[in-house]
């Protein structure tokens, strides 16, 4: 990003960071998703339980058994997750988005698909907009 002196580049950086680490925490690095083994495999199993996985939408109580419960925990924590990094995202483009242009357009992509319902694709588009913002500070 230009024209950002060196206090607001170290600050930019630290929110940076953070959100890196939390995207760490769920598994993220610095490679595709989509060419990700281990999440082809967890989209495989989504697909066999009847989730698809671009439109992870809430369970009805009604549908709801022993094995189920646990998904539809787990799926309302990804969607509650994925709000607070796009939140966060958020910030970011509000305050630095005129100076990097790709990661408005990733941020604004990922907010539709969370609109959308499509939680996953979200949360990598986001991922791939914190990149934006990093590859525009570095």
Known sequence: MENLDQF??????NELEALELEFA???FSDFDLDDSEAF??????????????D???????NALVEDTLDVAWFL??????????LEKLVGL???YGSRCQRAVELTTT???????GKWWSALKTAYRA????????V
């Open 25 to 27: 925490a769920l598994g």
């Open 76 to 85: 309302g924590s990804i969607k509650r997750k994925v709000r607070q990094l």
């Open 110 to 116: 990922a907010l539709r698909q969370y609109r959308e």
């Open 130 to 137: 914190l990149k934006a913002f990093k590859s525009c500070v």
């Open 8 to 13: 607001e580049r170290n600050d930019v950086l």
């Open 55 to 61: 439109e992870l939408k809430d369970v009805s109580v």
């Open 93 to 95: 483009v509000r305050r």
């Open 40 to 53: 082809n495999a967890f989209s495989a199993e989504l697909s066999v339980a009847g989730f698809s996985n």
